[in-house]
């Protein structure tokens, strides 16, 4: 590619969804920058479906001097599963050479549709040649890698003080009857790849859970007109974007820390945290949420029930 001094030049790409088991890809953002601050570019498309691919471009505006620009490209990434969204962001660059010759003001540059080559426009000045040797300009296929700190810096993963939940990290379960939470500690494993909370009975109790709440006296005597608050399916706790996740399943909503959400809301969890299912009556049940990390990694999640649960009278529940 060629421009001269003080031009400007659109630089086309494709994006392909090269996905192996078929999904969908949604494009959130795109992005360019010339050695400065990133800078958001139009993107008139949302999303890919799978092996699809679709045109977009960036503009180099800097074209301040004669030589060899690097223009970096960046878009956001995300895929779905269900109610979750995984994104990343990726990047590529592209050089552009910038000849000696011309060296006027801004205005005088023309573009020549004449020197048009595939999707390229060589930018020149008015009577003038930018020179060089003619080239073919064929699709290539770029490096891209992925931008971790971009994606932190942006908000994108990660948790706000920079930490990130592992993907593997494991549960445990304080203060819980028996069967109504998963002894010792271990990952989210279930095919959905989440832990529900709520009234219902448990998996290994032939329902459909794997948390189960109920409000109970110290004697463990289910009160039945608080437990009936909760729902059979409360909420949700996943792994997402590098942290802890909490889906609102409940018709009634919940409270965290002291914050309602409503039905369908999503709330990114962090260490301390203390979850209220019962929004008439908080400090019926609670939950609280710690986490242990090794350096800046957390991978343990441990869920504390308050008050603690002692076996429960059944024939009340």
């Given at each position: 590619m060629k421009a001269a001094v003080g031009g400007a030049v659109a630089i086309p790409f494709e994006l392909v969804n090269g996905s192996l088991v078929g999904r969908k890809m949604y494009v959130?953002?795109?992005w360019s920058r010339e050695g400065g601050d990133w800078r958001e570019e139009r993107l008139g498309w949302e999303s890919l479906e799978p092996e699809e691919r679709k045109t977009a471009s960036v503009?180099?505006?800097?074209?301040d001097r004669p030589g060899l620009h690097e223009i970096e490209i960046m878009w956001v990434v995300a895929t779905r599963f269900g109610i979750?969204?995984?994104q990343y962001a990726y990047s590529t660059s592209v050089i552009l050479e910038v000849p000696e010759a011309a060296q006027q003001a801004v205005n005088n540059i023309e573009i020549s549709a004449e020197k048009q080559q595939g999707n390229v426009i060589e930018i020149s000045m008015p009577g003038q040649s930018a020179g060089g040797i003619p080239r073919t300009l064929e699709t290539i296929d770029m490096r891209v890698q992925r931008q971790e700190i971009e994606e932190r810096r942006m908000g994108l993963r990660g948790m706000s003080d920079g930490k990130k939940l592992a993907r593997t990290a494991t549960f445990q379960f304080i203060g819980f009857a028996q069967n109504h939470a998963p002894d010792g500690e271990?990952?989210?494993v279930s095919e959905d790849a989440m832990l529900v909370f709520g009234r219902d009975y448990t998996r290994n109790e032939g329902g459909n859970n794997d948390i189960r709440l109920l409000v109970m006296d110290q004697k463990g005597v289910v009160?039945?007109?608080l437990s009936r608050a909760l729902s059979r399916r409360h909420f949700?706790?996943?792994i997402e974007n590098d942290r802890?996740?909490?889906h609102v399943a409940a018709r009634f909503g919940l409270k965290?820390?002291?914050q309602i959400y409503s039905i369908d809301s999503l709330v990114t969890l962090s260490e301390g945290d203390v979850i209220a299912p019962i929004i008439s009556d908080p400090d019926a049940l609670k939950l609280h949420v710690t986490m242990r990390r090794q350096r800046d990694t957390f991978t343990k999640v441990i869920f504390t029930r308050i008050p603690s649960s002692p076996e429960p009278k059944m024939g009340q529940s």
């Open positions: 959130r953002s795109l503009t180099a505006r800097q074209i979750r969204e995984e271990q990952a989210i009160d039945e007109n949700e706790i996943y802890l996740a909490l965290v820390n002291d």
